[in-house]
């Protein structure tokens, strides 16, 4: 007897909770945050006392105890039946169900359960936490009372003697436990103290790069440099939001690779992504406060490196991988025009349905100096202008406008030849920019992304004139190759070129067509590391046939965490 005794207080919340929640609900899952409906909520009733739950329950830890009815205010004939003294009572519980004889002992042996007017339990309805509260507190109630009525089939007084004395026999193992519980509270209050923030969380890459130029000797007359570098760049990225919905990113860089350009290559083609040379100094890469406005509306606040993409969709998913994955160099991470902006200003995106969506951004190169020629807007600056449309899932499309003052393509290090970065010439200048760019998944695992540019640019001083500035790129991505998470992709394209120019500026026209050609396959070693071969190919490099065809080898690994 003693043994069943036990046997019940171990086990009968747990077998009470299972058949009240058999008694309402679909499956064993609970339904969160959902209400009882309101014929659901009036006729269920779970105790002995004929407790009914009201229609409509307040959002609360507790029920409302206002809500409950008592016996005397509840119809009988109406809403309820008289107490269940046997689980055959009920018509629509059979035998086979599988919480048959849980409810057989909550009927027989407790009477604690209720059935509708109708005689049925209708035990596939979804409950609420407060009926599956209401009727386990009955059921307990119902238990006690029994115990403290001493009822000679369930519980004797000589069992309850015998439990008192286990527990003075064991109270040294209680105390220990519960100081250990306390212990464990304790050191649980200080870390929660102590932690850095609530609502930031730390995330990072690492990219260990080895490269170097294979083939290739000269250059614009200059020998190319063919020595194999091992460089690396380190970003921390701590992100905090304050409701949810927004975010503060501040991101800190250090790194050692220098562009290939500056004293390998001699041309702005070709140069890597992953490319920053601090000389592995740390200092903030990135310092943007994103929010929303409204349920459509989107809004960046970019107080230092700007990024196109913080706001505006640049159509090439599995390439932009801003250096860490996708496409190494600049140019086969997206069209060339998008590097037309970068520095500090604001970002808006407007949602006018999950088809089509409007970005405006305005980027200054050096917003916070108060010289002559700076600042948010008398200096260097871009301004873009951009429609996103997906007429449906797998294609998007990108038409793109961006006017800058005093910014080229090696502003934020895209490439093209050196006679299309104005910037060289020293003297104010202007430009308008017009893109298209689109990406078409023919199946999960092929994707087809292109983009052309067009830049209509005006030197303002000095040598007066105008150039056409054209660039274009055809690439193909396989998410997915071999290994879940790998990708590999092939780049095929011209970076930016000078096609015409006035009388007084045709000097900078290029004479040929240089082809950037760029292969690579992102092996996803594991969740966090990523390994990265690849080639690029400049054919005529600079856009003049006079130079050797340069062929830079690359290895990438990427640790993110």
């Not at 069992?159 to 193992?173: R, S």
């Not at 083939?215 to 990225?237: F, H, M, P, S, W």
């Not at 760019?437 to 992304?449: D, G, M, R, T, Y």
């Amino acid at each position: 007897m003693f043994k069943q005794f036990v046997h019940s207080l171990l086990f009968s919340p747990v077998l009470l909770g299972a058949a009240v929640v058999a008694a309402a609900a679909q499956a064993p899952q609970p339904v969160p945050n959902t209400q009882p409906s309101e014929e659901h909520a009036t006729q269920i009733i779970l105790t002995t006392r004929k407790v009914a739950i009201a229609p409509s329950q307040p959002a609360s830890n507790a029920i409302d105890r206002s809500q409950i009815v008592e016996p005397e205010a509840i119809d009988e004939s109406d809403d309820a039946v008289a107490q269940v003294t046997s689980v055959s009572q009920l018509t629509d519980v059979k035998p086979t169900d599988w919480a048959f004889q849980a409810l057989q002992s909550l009927v027989e042996r407790y009477g604690c359960i209720v059935g509708y007017p109708d005689k049925t339990f209708r035990g596939n309805r979804a409950t609420t936490r407060y009926e599956f509260a209401a009727g386990l507190n009955a059921c307990l109630d119902r238990v006690n009372e029994l115990i403290a009525a001493g009822t000679a089939d369930l519980v004797k007084k000589e069992d309850l003697a015998i439990l008192q004395k286990l527990q003075e026999d064991f109270a040294a193992e209680l105390v220990t436990l519960r100081g250990r519980v306390d212990g464990l509270e304790a050191r649980t209050a200080t870390l929660e103290k102590q932690q850095f923030s609530t609502t930031t969380k730390l995330n990072g890459e690492v990219i260990f790069a080895l490269a170097g130029v294979a083939v290739g000797d000269t250059v614009n007359g200059n020998a190319v440099q063919k020595n194999t570098i091992l460089g690396d760049r380190i970003r921390l990225n701590f992100d905090t939001s304050f409701n949810g919905e927004d975010l503060l990113r501040v991101r800190l860089q250090a790194g050692n690779i220098a562009p290939f350009s500056s004293n390998a290559t001699f041309t702005p083609e070709g140069d890597l992504r992953l490319a920053a040379d601090s000389n592995n100094s740390v200092g903030i890469d990135a310092l943007l406060y994103q929010f929303k406005l409204g349920e459509k509306t989107s809004i960046v606040l970019e107080a230092n490196a700007g990024a196109i993409d913080d706001f505006t969709d640049t159509i090439n998913p599995f390439l932009d991988g801003d250096g860490g994955s996708g496409a190494l160099t600049n140019f086969g991470t997206r069209n060339s025009i998008y590097y037309l902006l970068n520095g500090a200003g604001v970002g808006i995106k407007h949602e006018f349905s999950d088809k089509l969506e409007l970005s405006l951004g305005y980027l200054a190169n050096d917003s916070a100096s108060p010289a002559a020629g700076s600042g948010l807007f008398n200096g260097a600056f871009g301004a873009i202008a951009q429609l996103t449309f997906r007429p449906f899932e797998p294609l998007a499309i990108g038409l793109t406008y961006i006017h800058a003052y005093n910014n080229d393509f090696t502003a934020n290090g895209s490439g093209g030849s050196n006679n299309a970065n104005l910037g060289n010439l020293g003297e104010a200048f202007n430009s308008d920019s017009f893109g298209l760019e689109a990406s078409f998944q023919l199946n999960p695992k092929i994707v087809i992304n292109g983009s052309v540019g067009y830049t209509t640019a005006n030197v303002l001083s000095g040598t007066r004139g105008s150039v056409d500035i054209w660039n274009w790129a055809v690439s193909l991505a396989f998410p997915d190759l071999f290994r879940k998470g790998s990708i590999a992709g092939i780049i095929v394209g011209m970076e930016p070129k000078v096609t015409r120019a006035s009388s007084r500026l045709n000097f900078l026209e290029d004479p040929d067509t240089s082809l950037h050609v760029e292969g690579f396959y992102q092996f996803q070693l594991t969740d966090n590391i990523a390994i990265t071969p690849g080639i690029i190919w400049l054919t005529a490099p600079d856009h003049n046939s006079g130079n050797d065809d340069v062929v830079i080898g690359v290895i990438r690994t990427t640790f993110a965490f």
